[in-house]
């Protein structure tokens, strides 16, 4: 019986490949590969331990394994991240992987390491770039010199965003660049829950004459939620009513900072934290707009989901988010800072609903470039030409 060729999916944290990494365990899977998982499965993850427990027996049910590597999302964590290192290159020789493919900044430096001294290839998928246009000055001194000089043991990198993706193939060393559209949505299921709208507004407590501003996304200080309440607060209009779907989670939980934001502010009457949901698609059918105000995103599946719902987004003006959202066409986009702007543009689309209800038409179609069947075909060619090279 001929034996099955095998896979390294690789990441900081099992979340990770949650996440991010199902779709290109399934395409491999089809393509006759086996599937091994490895990060950290204990500890750091932004999901719950049941969620996390759900990913191992998924890829156990699909042919895979998991292996638990001691490594964090800290750059200051030598020791956790060289054990894990040391792990990896153990794993890859008694595995005989045909390539690895990794994700995050730490999983792709120990990714690369180890595929360079193993002989291994190496794919890399970077989920945002922590160096940007208007990025800290930090993170340019700490993690582009790295990804610059790691980039040479790089068969294929992949890029997520049209920034990332420009500067890596004029900068950088990769043997192949690939821009991929994230990990895609599945477009066509926000249509579906367009009809829903009136139920769900009922269940928040809202009239018909409420302005539903939704935000989606974790209470961090990354996503930023407070710049929107404080233009909620500027506005000071009665009949706009925000609503952040989210749970914080690990240090940059910001749950408690924005309760107390709110209480001071007096907007418990406008300002609601709705915690973890699972209807996301039936709160976009509630909104009348979305809110994506990030200080960093590689792409950022909020932003596109709440377009293919057919919503007008207010954005921050930053990175991965700059491909789809464009001032005045998509709807409004400023600094990530500019709580007077953000107010403006509330304020806009609240009182121009024709404009509104046209713009939102008009994200579905571009929420088209994104669908998750776009990605997934481009990947699949990654695959199959890593394949063909063996």
Known sequence: MEKKKKVLMLATTAAMSAQFNRNNILILEEMGYEVHVAGNFRKGNPISDEAVREFYHWTK???GRCFQIPSTRKVYDIINNFVALKKVIKLIREENYEFIHCHT???S????LAGRKTGTRVLYTAHGLHFFKGAPLINWILYYPV???LSRYTDVMILINHEDYNRVLK???AKKVVYVPGIGIDTEEFKKHRSNRQKMR?????SDKDFMLLSVGELSGRKNHEVIVKAVNELG???VKYFIAGKGKGKDNEEEHLKKLIEELGLEDRVSLLGFREDAPDLYAAADAVAFPSNREGLGLAGIEAMAAGLPILTSNINGINDYSINGETGFSYRPNDVSGFAEGIAYLAD???WSRKVGEENIRRAADYDYHIANEIMRGVYSEVDGEQ
Request: hydrophobic share 25%; charged share 35%; glycine share 14%.
């Open 61 to 63: 049910d699909h042919g």
């Open 105 to 107: 900044p730490i999983g």
């Open 109 to 112: 430096v120990i990714g690369r």
């Open 147 to 149: 990804e610059k000089f």
């Open 171 to 173: 900068k950088f060393r």
């Open 202 to 206: 009922e269940s928040l407590g809202l």
């Open 237 to 239: 209009r009665p009949d």
């Open 352 to 354: 121009n609903p024709e």
